[in-house]
């Protein structure tokens, strides 16, 4: 019977194409050249009706025969190439999940920060909190409120980075002792490092942002003899060493008798050197006894109570542990500079 034998060979020419396809796109390129519309089992079928109407039964049940065994064939071939394809994924691509890892490089903290958290930790073990206020600040907690009316001739030591409508950046962190004082009731002991800025031109030693760290105690009794025992403490700790200290007279307005605390030279040990400019000693410290005005304005009764402030640079600090003789690296982002630290 000729079309039997038709249906065969299409069968046979299928089965080998099958057998040797290679892809998927390729697979689903067959399945339509095989059993689509267009396809030469379709052209057969269409003879049928030509033949005597005792074969027809039998023709069309080989023709779907066939049909369902290329349909066979395309399945499994379709799973052999997935097969395939994930085996060659397994073998190319594998993934050793116990290999290390790359490091990638490790970034530290800046030595300011670093200092900064010394200092928090050294006074937090002297029974002191942390305080933070605002950078930009308001005119009342960055001047009034410390005894700097507007006029006072103060006002100019500290060049004034001035936003809009009584409102400035900080030029130091004395502001938040005001905002301590509103906020807590004696005694009080805080530090508060923060950023401050200046409006000044820069060079070695000076930079219109850089670090402080305001200090505040206030309770019954307090005189400048609990102060110079604090400074020496925190000094000792910072320096590994007992740092020798001596007070001048210094005018702030929010301290009164106010006090520049300075250390003998780290670096010359008080002999004399570039440093300290042969003097011997650094200037470190603003401090003193707060000012009654500072009190009342706040709420405290300054017949009841007394306190001692302080502000130093730490950018100065770090300045002098290390022996950094310019200023501006600590902002370059410089870091041939930052990984030494
Ligand atoms: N705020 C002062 C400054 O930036 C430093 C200072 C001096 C702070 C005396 C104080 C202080 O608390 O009592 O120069």
């Given at each position: 019977?000729?079309?039997?034998?038709?249906?065969?060979?299409?069968?046979?020419?299928?089965?080998?194409?099958?057998?040797?396809?290679?892809?998927?796109p390729?697979?689903?390129?067959?399945?339509v050249?095989?059993?689509?519309r267009?396809?030469?089992?379709?052209?057969?079928?269409?003879?049928?009706?030509?033949?005597?109407?005792?074969?027809?039964?039998?023709?069309?049940?080989?023709?779907?025969?066939?049909?369902?065994?290329?349909?066979?064939?395309?399945?499994q071939?379709?799973?052999?190439?997935s097969?395939?394809?994930?085996?060659?994924?397994?073998?190319t691509?594998?993934?050793?999940?116990?290999e290390?890892?790359?490091?990638?490089?490790?970034?530290?903290?800046?030595?300011?920060?670093?200092?900064?958290?010394?200092?928090?930790?050294?006074?937090?073990?002297m029974?002191?909190?942390?305080?933070?206020?605002?950078?930009?600040?308001?005119?009342?907690?960055?001047?009034?409120a410390?005894?700097?009316?507007?006029?006072?001739?103060?006002?100019?030591?500290?060049?004034?980075?001035?936003?809009?409508?009584?409102?400035?950046?900080?030029?130091?962190?004395?502001?938040?002792?005001?905002?301590?004082?509103?906020?807590?009731?004696p005694?009080?002991?805080?530090?508060?490092?923060?950023?401050?800025?200046?409006?000044?031109?820069t060079?070695?030693?000076?930079?219109?942002?850089?670090?402080?760290?305001?200090g505040?105690?206030?309770?019954?009794?307090?005189?400048?003899?609990?102060?110079?025992?604090?400074m020496?403490?925190?000094?000792?700790?910072?320096?590994k060493?007992?740092?020798?200290v001596?007070?001048?007279?210094?005018?702030?307005?929010?301290?009164?008798?106010?006090?520049?605390?300075?250390?003998?030279?780290?670096?010359?040990?008080?002999?004399?050197?570039?440093?300290?400019?042969?003097?011997?000693?650094?200037?470190?410290?603003?401090?003193?006894?707060?000012?009654?005005?500072?009190?009342?304005?706040?709420?405290?009764d300054?017949?009841?109570?007394?306190?001692?402030?302080?502000?130093?640079?730490?950018?100065?600090?770090?300045?002098?542990?290390?022996?950094?003789?310019?200023?501006?690296?600590?902002?370059?982002?410089d870091?041939?500079?930052?990984?030494?630290?």
């Amino acid at each position: 019977m000729q079309i039997i034998q038709k249906l065969d060979s299409i069968l046979k020419d299928a089965l080998k194409e099958i057998e040797d396809s290679k892809s998927l796109p390729s697979l689903e390129g067959l399945r339509v050249k095989y059993l689509g519309r267009k396809s030469r089992i379709t052209a057969v079928l269409k003879g049928l009706g030509a033949l005597p109407k005792n074969e027809r039964p039998s023709a069309g049940k080989a023709s779907n025969e066939i049909k369902r065994k290329i349909e066979g064939a395309l399945e499994q071939r379709k799973e052999q190439l997935s097969r395939d394809i994930f085996d060659g994924i397994a073998t190319t691509e594998r993934i050793d999940i116990t290999e290390p890892g790359v490091q990638g490089p490790k970034g530290s903290l800046h030595p300011i920060s670093q200092l900064s958290m010394e200092i928090e930790d050294i006074f937090m073990s002297m029974g002191f909190s942390i305080a933070a206020g605002p950078e930009v600040e308001s005119d009342y907690y960055n001047f009034e409120a410390l005894n700097i009316p507007p006029d006072h001739p103060a006002r100019d030591i500290q060049d004034t980075i001035w936003t809009v409508d009584q409102t400035l950046l900080r030029t130091h962190t004395s502001s938040v002792q005001v905002r301590t004082m509103e906020t807590k009731k004696p005694p009080i002991r805080v530090v508060a490092p923060g950023r401050v800025f200046r409006y000044e031109e820069t060079d070695a030693s000076h930079e219109h942002t850089f670090y402080q760290v305001e200090g505040l105690l206030i309770d019954r009794d307090i005189s400048v003899a609990n102060l110079i025992a604090v400074m020496r403490t925190m000094l000792r700790e910072v320096f590994k060493k007992d740092v020798k200290v001596r007070l001048r007279p210094g005018y702030f307005p929010f301290v009164e008798p106010g006090f520049e605390l300075d250390i003998s030279c780290h670096l010359c040990n008080g002999k004399g050197c570039s440093v300290c400019k042969g003097s011997g000693w650094e200037e470190l410290i603003g401090c003193g006894l707060v000012h009654p005005n500072v009190l009342s304005k706040s709420g405290i009764d300054p017949d009841v109570y007394s306190g001692f402030a302080f502000g130093m640079g730490l950018d100065r600090l770090v300045m002098m542990r290390y022996g950094i003789d310019d200023i501006r690296l600590f902002h370059s982002g410089d870091l041939r500079f930052l990984k030494q630290f």
